[in-house]
């Protein structure tokens, strides 16, 4: 009898990886630039960003995307919309044509991406910024090598220089309200405010590495995840404060991390990566993406999913192994 129940058990696993497996789907984006960044400001409206300028956008929840005018040469690291006319594009330039120029700008527009101005952060230096984000009200903050640290000013349009709690790498942050936000970065970092960066505290961090940690996610105020290299997961159930390990049972970095709700998400990285709970991460698994390229990013409206990577790459996701009848089109404006 118990040996029947591990056969159904072993036929339950199967089945539900080839379901989860079926439901990315590789998209011929028509470009092979290195893609590092998708947003979506609801259920039809969303952006991708990558190397060279390439920027592409969507209003029909990605059954089209459409090639925007080139308006820059460098990459678009990230890409973020308060709403669908007012947006920020965090980008870097070149290290071979940087002369003088910082390596990091951002861009601002209040029309949708029609028109985009440029704005630089003060007294950056030479610092590359690594990533930007916002609470709901569209409080921003910046981070970036040797511990960047820059606020969004109350015009809403200029940045300054905050007291860093780390001079590691800081390579990612989220905010839990308008006053806590976590980032993450070089030698295991894991820091948090309550006052929206004017103070940080280290959080506790059971089964602490010195991995780097590259992502961070929170799907409420109280629970999130946090990825990085050498497979290491962990999880915090009360805002940021406190961490535990969670076995990933891989070596690969781990780039982005995403959950739809508290119990289903999803993690990604090099050589195609793309890993899968159901559990709130007390089990992970592996999904066969049939892609080797680096993953960036990946973000969910609802139940609906987007990663992209390396080489152009552009996977969807549709619950329930659900594949739509019409391949998204890519094209140019």
Avoid at 135 to 143: D, E, Q, R, T, W
Wanted: with cysteine; net charge positive.
């Amino acid at each position: 009898m118990r040996f029947l129940k591990n056969i159904f058990v072993i036929i339950f696993v199967c089945a539900s990886f080839q379901q989860i497996q079926a439901g990315w789907e590789k998209q011929d984006s028509n470009t092979l630039a290195w893609l590092r960044t998708v947003f979506f400001v609801d259920a039809k409206v969303g952006w991708i960003g990558g190397s060279k300028g390439t920027f592409l956008s969507t209003k029909d929840g990605g059954k089209t995307w459409i090639r925007e005018g080139k308006f820059t040469d460098d990459t678009i690291r990230e890409v973020f919309f308060l709403d669908r006319n007012n947006g920020w594009l965090l980008l870097e330039r070149s290290i071979f044509s940087l002369g003088s120029n910082p390596p990091s700008y951002l861009m601002k527009t209040t029309n949708g991406g029609r028109n985009w101005e440029k704005i630089d952060f003060i007294n950056a230096q030479r610092q590359r910024i690594t990533g930007i984000f916002f609470s709901k009200n569209g409080f921003g903050l910046a981070v970036g090598e040797t511990g960047a640290l820059f606020g969004l000013k109350d015009d809403n349009l200029n940045w300054k220089k905050l007291s860093s709690p780390s001079r590691y790498l800081i390579l990612g942050g989220a905010f839990v309200n308008e006053l806590r936000s976590v980032i993450v970065g070089g030698g295991g970092t894991i820091f948090f405010t309550d006052d929206a960066g004017v103070s940080w505290n280290r959080a506790t961090v059971s089964g602490r590495s010195r991995s780097k940690l590259n992502s961070v996610f929170f799907v409420n105020k109280r629970d999130g995840w946090t990825v990085g290299s050498n497979g290491k997961i962990y999880q915090t159930f009360n805002g940021g404060k406190f961490w535990r390990a969670q076995y990933s049972n891989i070596e690969s970095e781990l780039t982005d991390v995403s959950f739809i709700d508290t119990a289903e998400g999803w993690a990604i990285g090099d050589q195609g990566t793309i890993l899968h709970t159901k559990t709130a991460g007390n089990v992970w698994y592996r999904v066969n993406s049939r892609d080797k390229h680096r993953l960036e990013k990946i973000f969910f409206v609802g139940k609906k999913g987007w990663i992209v990577g390396f080489g152009g790459t552009v996977l969807s996701y549709e619950p329930d192994g659900r594949r739509s009848r019409n391949r998204p089109t890519f094209r140019t404006r």
